[in-house]
């Protein structure tokens, strides 16, 4: 085997290998927080602590607020690229690219706009407000 035949060998295990590296970081990754949990549990008496320490590892939906912010940085993103193609490149498809990620973004905010917070979530945070 040459090193021409080589090639379309780590081609095809590269992207293999890379999913394996993040499937493997990301359980180690959990099996570490939920030890880490498990440590701070043994030293905490208190239920509620614990309980509030549960909700705040636990992974969160995004927000509304969330969904308008990436809306727009994606955008504005894609405005980039449209613009760089436009002015800079002169390619259509760097401008075609430019404008799905423009539309992304539109997209994005929309769905920041059209779902609201969920009431939970207001009154998880009103209720964590007032116990303070």
């Not at 509304?64 to 002015?87: E, M, Q, W």
């Amino acid at each position: 085997m040459n090193e021409f035949q080589l090639i379309p060998i780590f081609s095809i295990l590269m992207p293999v290998f890379l999913i394996w590296i993040i499937f493997a970081y990301n359980t180690r990754s959990e099996k570490n927080k939920y030890n880490t949990i498990i440590e701070v549990s043994k030293n905490i008496k208190d239920g509620e602590q614990i309980q509030e320490l549960l909700e705040g590892l636990t992974e969160r939906k995004k927000s509304s607020i969330d969904l308008r912010r990436t809306g727009l940085v994606t955008l504005f993103v894609g405005v980039g690229l449209t613009a760089l193609d436009y002015f800079g490149l002169g390619t259509n498809v760097v401008f075609g690219v430019g404008l799905l990620v423009m539309f992304i973004g539109i997209g994005q905010m929309f769905a920041g706009y059209i779902y609201p917070n969920q009431p939970g979530e207001i009154n998880k945070a009103v209720e964590g407000f007032e116990k303070k």
